[in-house]
């Protein structure tokens, strides 16, 4: 899952930051709205974590310019604001929930799994493709009812192609959405072709089908 954390609160922004990354998530972070407008027109995010009061203005921008730009990244709006007022804006302009500082790193983890969930498969944790069948709290995959054992980058690769299926996904979105700020120190995307020729094999060898197809000069397609 990719992750940006916009707080500007430096501890409570690296608290969660390591515990996201130690969960397996990509973190990046913005202290302040502006580096946080620029990190959004640019990147793709599964959830935005936004704290509301920061030093150059107010997090609600952030949904705003969401919204007129048709993105579709779950906002959970993380603030010390404990006015309702402000929980009804939010969940107004398109926050998809709201925690009030302070908060448990465990309860944070647990109302974002739930958003991102529900936004991106429905309300539903049990996940079903074809003969792919993935326990979404769990981590679980089977295929045809025999466990699949996946590595962590594998587990999300296979994760964000079934919700993207059909579509062609560039080497580069794959990269992106998988490492993040570290890709710009990867000079090449011969890594990504290792994880999906993994990934394939794995599927190939307990469904007998090939769900890659590969486009050439542009990336893959699932279906
Ligand atoms: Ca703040």
Redesign the pocket.
């Known amino acids: 899952m990719k992750l940006l954390i916009v ?3 430096q501890t ?1 922004r690296s608290t969660i930051e390591k515990y996201f990354t130690e969960e397996g998530s990509v973190c990046e972070v913005a202290e302040n709205l502006n580096t946080a407008l620029k990190k959004i027109a640019v990147y793709e995010y599964d959830c935005i974590l936004l ?5 150059d203005g107010d ?1 609600f921008a952030i949904l705003e310019y969401l919204r007129s730009s048709g993105k579709n990244e779950c906002v959970l709006i993380i ?2 604001r404990n006015s309702l007022d402000d929980k009804i804006k939010g969940l107004n302009i398109g926050a998809d929930d709201y925690i009030t500082k302070p908060f448990h790193l465990a309860e944070l983890k647990a109302r974002l799994m739930a958003i991102v969930r529900r936004k991106t498969f429905g309300s539903n944790s049990i996940l079903n493709y074809n003969e792919i069948s993935i326990d979404l709290l769990g981590r679980n995959v089977t295929v045809n009812d025999n466990m699949m054992v996946l590595t962590k980058k594998e587990y999300d690769m296979l994760l964000y192609f079934i919700a993207n299926k059909g579509k062609v996904i560039s080497k580069n979105a794959i990269a992106e959405h998988l490492w993040g700020d570290e890709m710009d120190m990867l000079d090449s995307f011969d890594f990504i072709y290792t994880h999906i020729k993994n990934l394939r094999k794995k599927l190939m060898e307990l469904s007998g089908k090939d769900f890659f197809a590969t486009i050439y000069g542009i990336g893959y397609k699932f279906a």
């Open positions: 707080e500007d609160e409570l704290d509301i009061g920061l030093p997090g603030s010390a």
